[in-house]
């Protein structure tokens, strides 16, 4: 007789905290729609990328149009194609009124501001399900749901990769290796808790990022390379922050990864658009978006509509390492009364920073075909990190990207066999990173921190370990 399969099956114990966690879950989603859907003003970047779906597919140019806050779309036109089931009608804008007239609850639409209202600014500015916003309750949902499930897919794809083991693989039967799978999945997750909860209030897509880099590790530790490379090029054509990682596969030689990631940014870049935009409209969006964007985050071209919005060094909450320079240049001086504009030599000093960094982890990692998977992920890791130093606009809320090297410096920092002890050298960058990140939520002291460039720095701090391990495995290979 064929042998049965064993289901998935979980203690009593981890039963009762499965439901503890569901109940979050569902209370976090409450207080999501809370927020952003059933307030007259939504509190969340969604609105952003529904609108410019909408915008993209019904002919307008998605980089002209806004939101209700007057937030524009700032990315590759493929995020907004592909987000075509979560879209939304682009807003109307306000009504002209006569003279004399205000803007009341009945004249004024969903998503805007009433001037004088007393409830505007406090969470409990409710307006309700109305015809106005049904649509867009639905779509917040929808994206926490599979932002939820990006977090979890993440997590596991991860922790298989480092265990060898399948996404399907049921987990082990003893107790001591039924911690360690739990450690692994729960532990990184609750290291990079303070920025994967801010994606999830936020809306953002970072989630969505960190499940096809995750599944691009999983596919490439389990050598089925060219699905790798199709899935590590894809986050690249999201946010355009410097896609180092895709230099894994040249370095180390891996032909089929490095045509998938070709392929794959040939395909989400071009290809995608010229089919369902046309070859016309495709180069036009492409021509806005460079002026209106990479340029000026680049410190070139004169555009600035994005500059009190995003490029501008004081306008956000950037923890680029430009930024941080900047800052603390002008440090003595109130954040309102700093340059908007980075100086050309902070700039030039970034780059020779960032090159810098790049060799050493190079160095670090060896110039040999294969790694170990802990050393890929750890690698991969250490590349996505390098990028959030050397772009010039980072949000805190990114530093959920590293959740790969979290979790790779976890997996060697635990214990690996009874009567091992932890390595401390490798848990305490993991423990300030994860530090900073929930200090970086707490309204008194989150300027503080940023102003400092304390999420930067914790960070680098983050990657000096993972380099550690790659110099490591290094010295012990050479001693064999």
């Known amino acids: 007789m064929p042998e049965t399969k064993r289901p998935w099956n979980f203690s009593r114990r981890e039963r009762i905290w499965l439901a503890v966690a569901l109940c979050v879950l569902v209370i976090f989603g409450i207080y999501l729609e809370r927020r952003t859907a059933l307030r007259r003003i939504p509190m969340t970047d969604l609105g952003v990328f529904a ?50 007239e205000q803007y009341t609850e009945s004249n004024t639409p969903w998503g805007y501001e009433i001037s004088g209202h007393p409830g505007y600014g406090h969470g409990s500015y409710y307006y309700g399900v109305k015809d106005q916003n049904r649509r ?40 001591a290796e039924r911690r360690r799978w739990w450690k692994l999945r729960l532990l990184p997750l609750l290291v990079c808790v ?62 089929r990864m490095a045509a998938g990631v070709v392929i794959g940014l040939f395909f989400f870049l071009i290809i995608l658009p ?28 004169s555009d600035t509509s994005r500059l009190n919005e995003l490029t501008g060094m004081t306008s956000t909450d950037n923890q680029s390492l430009l930024a941080a320079i900047h800052n603390w240049r002008y440090f003595s001086l109130p954040r309102n009364e700093r340059p908007q504009e980075a100086a050309p030599w902070e700039r030039d000093l970034v780059y020779v920073i960032g090159a810098a960094m790049l060799a050493g982890i190079f160095f670090a990692a060896g110039f040999r075909r294969q790694d170990s998977r802990r050393d890929m992920v750890v690698f991969a890791g250490l590349l996505i990190g390098l990028a959030f130093v050397v772009s010039p606009i980072v949000h805190n809320f990114y530093h959920l990207l590293m959740l790969p090297l979290v979790a790779a410096l976890l997996d060697k920092g635990l214990v690996q066999k009874p009567g091992d002890a932890a390595d401390w050298k490798l848990i305490l960058p993991v423990s300030v990173f994860m530090l900073v990140d929930l200090m970086a939520l707490m309204p008194n002291i989150s300027p503080t921190l940023k102003d400092l460039g304390a999420p930067l720095l914790s960070l680098i701090f983050l990657m000096g370990a993972g380099t550690m391990v790659l110099i490591r495995q290094k010295e012990n290979q050479l001693a064999y």
């Open 136 to 175: 867009f309750v639905w779509i917040t949902a929808a994206w926490y749901l599979l932002s939820v499930a990006f977090v979890i897919f993440s997590a596991h794809a991860l922790a298989c990769a480092l265990e060898s083991s399948g996404l399907r693989s049921l987990p082990p039967d003893g107790n």
């Open 51 to 100: 609108v410019a779906s909408e915008a993209v597919w019904s002919g307008q140019n998605p980089y002209l149009i806004t939101d209700w806050h007057g937030w524009h779309y700032q990315y590759p036109p493929t995020l907004a194609i592909l987000f075509l089931p979560l879209a939304e009608p682009v807003p109307k804008g306000l009504p002209v009124l006569k003279p004399g």
């Open 194 to 255: 303070g920025s994967l909860s801010r994606d999830l209030s936020r809306g953002q897509v970072d989630l969505l990022m960190l499940a096809m880099i995750a599944l691009g590790i999983y596919l490439a530790a389990n050598k089925r390379n060219f699905k790798s490379g199709l899935c590590l090029a894809f986050p690249a054509t999201v946010k355009m922050c410097p896609p180092f990682l895709l230099l894994y596969p040249f370095w180390r030689r891996q032909w």
């Open 274 to 301: 010229g089919i369902t935009l046309g070859p016309a409209r495709t180069i036009e969006l492409y021509q806005v978006w460079i002026q209106v964007l990479a340029k000026p985050a680049l410190g070139h071209g």
